[in-house]
């Protein structure tokens, strides 16, 4: 990962600008994601049942897990705005769940930046397009349109 600055930024766009490190997605991180969000079909937490009943040869992260690791994949993968003060997760304008990710899987973050612009004096709108893939898989888990927000003190904006 490397530094940019907010002048830097505008010149990044149609560029890919990070691919993240492995992240193993394993049997306890799904189980812990079906606590905490209380989705525990049993494609998800019940690798015996997984294994005889649906068409994946065993249990598969759920979609929003695989999705929530973007985060991670994020501070490992985009450069750092030198000028940044907090960044803000904004949303997304497209979602796909493409291919399952198994358990024992690794993925990792492919990010392209689309668009950044700013907004008001101290704010950096960055859309990104990702795909997360899975590792020795043709198809990715899921590709997105993921929208971030860069803060920073307004005497640091550069002229458009």
């Known amino acids: 990962m490397k530094d940019v600055s907010l002048a830097e930024v ?3 766009v ?5 691919v993240s490190d492995w992240i193993t997605v394993d049997q306890a991180m799904i189980d812990a994601f079906a606590r905490a969000t209380l989705d525990d079909q049993f494609i998800h937490t019940d690798p015996e049942r997984a294994k005889a009943e649906s068409p ?3 249990t598969i992260a759920h979609g929003f897990l695989t999705l929530s690791l973007l985060s991670a994949m994020n501070y490992s993968a985009l450069p750092n ?3 940044q003060t907090m960044g803000i997760n904004y949303g997304f304008e497209k979602i796909n769940f493409v291919s399952p990710v198994k358990s024992g899987a690794r993925v990792r973050g492919r990010f392209t930046l689309a668009e950044a612009r700013f907004r008001g004096g101290a704010m950096l709108m960055m859309t990104y397009d990702v795909a997360v893939e899975i590792e020795n898989e043709k198809k990715p888990a899921l590709t997105a349109r993921w929208i971030t927000i860069s803060q920073f003190d307004p005497k640091d904006r550069p002229e458009d």
Do not use: M, N, Q
């Open 10 to 12: 505008k010149g990044l």
């Open 81 to 83: 705005i030198r000028e």
């Open 56 to 58: 994946f040869g065993g």
């Open 14 to 18: 149609g560029t890919e600008v990070g």
